[in-house]
């Protein structure tokens, strides 16, 4: 029996994007079913029932979900990051949860540089800025984001540093970084960049205290999630430390009381995107969507994860 493969995006993909999932799936002699641009959940669990396979984006896959996809084997998530899927669930059902880390890893580099140098030429105001050359910059995990905006750093004259307990430190080195132990030793230089998934043990983990520490200047850029970083302790630092900033694409629900911390340095000190733009580049949109076969990454298959395009430095096992 032909196989139905569930193309579940409440953000549509590129329509070249899904030509090509249309064709891949088709030489495989698989059933699309697309769901695209859906309204509410309720689309979502009836378009389940029967479905072999998912592919989504942000979409969640949760318990109810879960519960009414009778034959689901696998859901692959387009894109970093496992936060919208319910692994336990999905183990506990025996279905394979995969992502696509690295597709869209130089969308959100480019961003973190384009977030930085407005904030250093603070936002074109005819004010003098400074400038990213000899500036040392720190990474919270050193997976395909983060060793993209690292070279994108290299580019300018910029020092690397790297926390990633799941990275051999000699590994990091060789891709010319420096190692760093702890979290706490990453806020010992100006730029920190997080690039850790939300997890339970990354979850509200940049505090006052290490946010405190950071030297003259220092800027925490996030591109990862909002929930990494606690968020009473940001508007608290951001009030207290007028040299501090904030450069931010995956913005809290009510950014109010963090622009009230800055008043007329928004859009300098403290930055947020409109909405969630790392990714949003017409490559990425289009990368996303067809990683090629073998490279895409399982939570729970016992597959390396990391930078699929650089197996040698990615690590097996599940911690995520
Ligand atoms: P990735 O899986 O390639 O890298 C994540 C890295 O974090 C891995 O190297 C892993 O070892 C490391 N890590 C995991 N737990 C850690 C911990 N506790 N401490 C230190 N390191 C830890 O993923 P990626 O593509 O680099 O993306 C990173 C994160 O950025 C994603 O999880 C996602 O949340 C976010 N992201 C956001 C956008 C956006 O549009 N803003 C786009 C892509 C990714």
Known sequence: KARTVLLATEKAFAAAAVGK?????????????????????????????????????????????????DKLKIVVRAGAGYDNIDLKACEAKSVTAMNTPGQNANAVAELVFGMMLVSARNNFDGTSGFELVNREIAF?????????????????????????????????????????????????????????????ETKASINKELLMKMPKGGS???????????????????????????????????????????????????IFTKKKMGAQTAEANDNAARQERDMGVAHNQGYPFGDPQNKDYSIKGSKR
């Open 220 to 270: 925490l850029i996030n591109t990862a999630r909002t929930e990494v970083v606690h968020e009473a302790d940001m508007i608290e630092v951001l009030k207290t430390r007028p040299d501090f900033c904030y450069l931010c694409d995956v913005a809290p629900k009510d950014i109010e009381p963090f622009k009230a911390a800055v008043g007329d340095k928004y859009g300098k000190r403290l």
């Open 21 to 69: 999932i249309e064709s891949v799936l088709k030489e495989a002699n698989y059933t699309l079913k697309k769901l695209e641009n859906y309204k509410g959940k309720d689309d979502l669990l009836a378009a389940v029932a029967g479905v072999d396979a998912m592919i989504i984006r942000s979409d969640i896959v949760d318990q109810a979900v879960l519960d009414k996809a």
């Open 140 to 200: 919270y995990g050193f997976g395909a984001v983060a060793r993209a905006v690292h070279k994108l750093a290299q580019g300018f004259g910029m020092k690397s540093f790297a926390y990633d307990p799941y990275i051999p430190a000699d590994k990091i080195k060789e891709m010319g970084a420096e190692p760093v132990s702890t979290v706490a030793g990453l806020f010992e230089h100006q730029y920190v960049s997080l690039h850790v998934p939300l997890t339970d």
